[in-house]
Structure formats: C-alpha cells, structure tokens
C-alpha cells in the first residue's frame, strides 16, 4: 500500500467509527423502538437508551481511543511492541487508590464525581510521580530506566492491592475483583465529561508531537541528530501518557492489551509514520473497545461480562502471535 493510500484510509477509519458508535447503543438483550428514544414518555427504554447505553458507547470510545494512542505512544519511545500504557505502573497505582477507598467504605462524592475515581486518580498520580523521580536518580532521563522503574512500581501496587484484599471482608474484596476486572457501567453522563479532558488534551498533545515520535522511534541518535530535545519530548510524552491513563483508569478500572493490540494492527494497515498512526489508533481503539463492549453486554444471556475480561481474552492469544512471529 502507498503512502497516498496509506492516508486515504483515515476517512474510512472515520466511516467505521461513526458506524459502531450509532449501531452499538441499539445493540442488547431487548430492543429499543427506535420512537421511543426521542420520546421522554417512554420510560424506561427512554432512560435506558440515553442514561444508559449512549454513555456507555461514549466512555468506551473515549477509553478505548485514549488507551491505544497511549499505547502507540510508549511503543514509540520505548522502541518495544509489547510496551503497554500499563508498562509505568499507572494502572497498579489506579487500582491501589480504588482498593483503599474501598477497603475504607468510602461513598461520598465531590462535584459529581465519586470518591473510587478520586482515589483510583489520586494513586495513578502517585505512581507517575514515583516512576518520575526513581528515573531521576540516573542523570539521564533514558526510556530504559525508565521502563525498569515503571516495572518495579507495578510490582509493588500490585502486591499492596492484595494486601488489602486480603485483610478486606468479603463483600469488599468482592467489589475489588469486579473493580480490577475493568467495566463501563456507567449512568448519566458525569464520568464521560469527567474523562474527556484528559483524553482530548493527552491526545492533541501526542498527535502534535507525531514527527518527533517517528524520530525516537527510529532512535534516539537519530532523533538528537535532527535536533529533538529527546530529553524534553520524552518528559511532555511521559506525563501526557501517564495522566491520560489515569484518567480514563480511574472511570473503568484497569482494561488491558487495547494499549497494545490496536497500535500493531494499525501499524499493519496505515504503516509506522506516527503523524498518520496517530489519528487511526485513536479511531481503531475506540471502536475496537466499543466493539468488545457490546460482545460482552450480548454475549451470554442474562449476564454482562466485564470488558476488561474481554480484551484479555483476545490479548492472550494476541500476545503470542507477537511471540512467535517477531524478532525481539
């Protein structure tokens, strides 16, 4: 394929978006007369409609859109395929802030958002600030220590949220499971705009930093050579990633493998300039995570899957076709 139809393939991309996005809130257990979605009167496929599965839609989007840019982000900078928007501990510091509020009971909220997301937040931030001064220890700000320190700090989140899982009661270490499985059961549209901030500022930032990524891609010689402050743009793309992240983890809980199976697959369609992967990761990834929502809402009857059981499910088998068909 050409570059010229390299990027003629972004306005298709765009078509199939708009497609699953208006096809999927109509997908169900029961189907919504198409009437009744614009007549208040109708309750409760009114209410189901829009509180429910058009929100839904929305946040999967928007996660899925923000976890495979990030994730074609670290895959850049790292110059690794497996690198992960998980890779730097953001998800295990997530879900450690989300256990501990609710190992604490915890149900109060502040200005529309609940506590769990302040404090899955709160302890995604701690996490970046972590990984940020153990890379800073080095007097190089180089990919490597940095990918090792990120290492280090999931192993140690990981292992604290067991620790209260197992002094939690079993209610509470039920909530926990459930919570780190990842989810998009979300009502009304609070957790979408509390979300979209981080997803368009993260996204813009990395799309506008798509040349310097083709170069750190290449290597970080050759990125230096061309004049990129390699140090500088890795720190913007280090904190843009991280609090994008966070954001969205801190709504869903911790959903895997989008971060690194769509950049592949839209790596294999459009090629490697990141100044047009950029636009079809953030288009293939929401509606990759909108797709694999609706296959769990409608897979077994009676029983919604949780999407991050999904994604993993698929990122499996994923993560062995890389093993076996690449050099590493």
């Known amino acids: 394929m050409s570059r010229i139809e390299k990027r003629r393939s972004i306005p298709i991309f765009i078509l199939i978006s708009i497609a699953v996005v208006c096809i999927a809130p109509f997908m169900g257990r029961s189907w919504i007369p198409f009437e009744s979605i614009t007549d208040p009167e109708a309750v409760p496929d009114f209410t189901i409609f829009w509180s429910l599965r058009v929100v839904r839609v929305l946040i999967a989007f928007i996660a899925g859109a923000s976890l495979a840019v990030c994730g074609m982000t670290f895959q850049a900078m790292f110059r690794n395929p497996l690198a992960t928007p998980f890779t730097l501990g953001v998800s295990s510091g997530g879900s450690f802030g989300a256990a501990l509020c609710m190992s604490l009971g915890l149900g109060f909220s502040i200005a529309g958002v609940h506590a769990i997301s302040m404090f899955a937040f709160a302890g995604a931030f701690c996490a970046i600030m972590i990984v940020y001064m153990l890379s800073r220890l080095k007097r190089q700000f180089s990919a490597m220590t940095l990918l090792l320190a990120g290492v280090a700090v999931n192993f140690f989140f990981s292992s604290a949220v067991l620790f209260i899982q197992y002094f939690s009661g079993f209610v509470d270490s039920h909530i926990i499971i459930i919570w780190l499985m990842g989810g998009l059961s979300i009502i009304g549209i609070g957790p979408v705009l509390d979300t979209l901030p981080f997803f368009l500022t993260g996204t813009c930032i990395i799309l506008y930093l798509g040349s310097e990524l083709n170069l750190l891609y290449v290597g970080e010689e050759t990125a230096v050579s ?63 995570l909108v797709a694999c929502d609706t296959l769990a809402r409608i897979a077994v009857r009676g029983i919604e899957i949780p999407v991050g059981v999904v994604t993993a499910l698929l990122g499996g088998p994923f993560f062995l076709w890389l093993l076996l068909t690449r050099d590493f």
Do not use: Q, W, Y
Not at 250 to 257: E, H, K, W, Y
Not at 264 to 284: D, E, F, K
């Open 226 to 288: 061309r004049g990129v402050e390699s140090d500088r743009v890795k720190k913007v793309l280090f904190f843009t990633t991280s609090l994008t992240v966070g954001g969205v983890v801190a709504v869903t809980g911790p959903i895997g493998f989008v971060g690194m199976m769509v950049p592949h697959m839209a790596r294999r369609i459009v090629g490697a300039n990141h100044r047009v992967l950029g636009p079809a990761c953030v288009l293939m990834g929401g509606s990759f």
